[in-house]
């Protein structure tokens, strides 16, 4: 079992920046590669970047690519989400995942955060 807990969340205006962290506690040792995913009020889960925990391979979806970018730190077993030039349609509840690979795919995640709320007001 792998606990997660994100933070760094927050009330950002548009075009700000926003630093989001996960930490990972039990059996990290388990973890292939983690993931980000978000979720606005009504809507789906949908992936936003992964990265493999070996090599640090990044994926990102479209929408993200070029503004967000995710790292992670294996000592620390943390993940990381800096995300810059924020816009309105970013605003949503961001999660953690442990996942199977960094494609992005829903099921392929098995544990997950309880959330941190990004809000970017226009």
């Known amino acids: 079992q792998v606990q997660l807990v994100e933070s760094g969340g927050g009330l950002v205006q548009d075009g700000g920046s926003l630093r989001l962290s996960c930490a990972a506690s039990g059996r990290t040792s388990t973890i292939a590669s983690m993931g980000w995913f978000r979720q606005a009020p009504g809507k789906e889960r949908d992936f936003v970047a992964a990265i493999t925990w070996i090599g640090g391979f990044a994926h990102y979806a479209d929408s993200v690519r070029g503004r967000f970018t995710v790292s992670r730190d294996n000592a620390q077993s943390t993940l990381y989400l800096q995300m810059n030039s924020l816009k309105p349609e970013d605003t949503a509840l961001y999660y953690c995942?442990?996942?199977?690979?960094?494609?992005?795919?829903?099921?392929?995640?098995?544990?997950w955060g309880q959330g941190t709320q990004v809000t970017v007001s226009s």
């Open positions: 995942a442990t996942c199977r690979d960094n494609s992005g795919r829903v099921g392929y995640c098995e544990w």
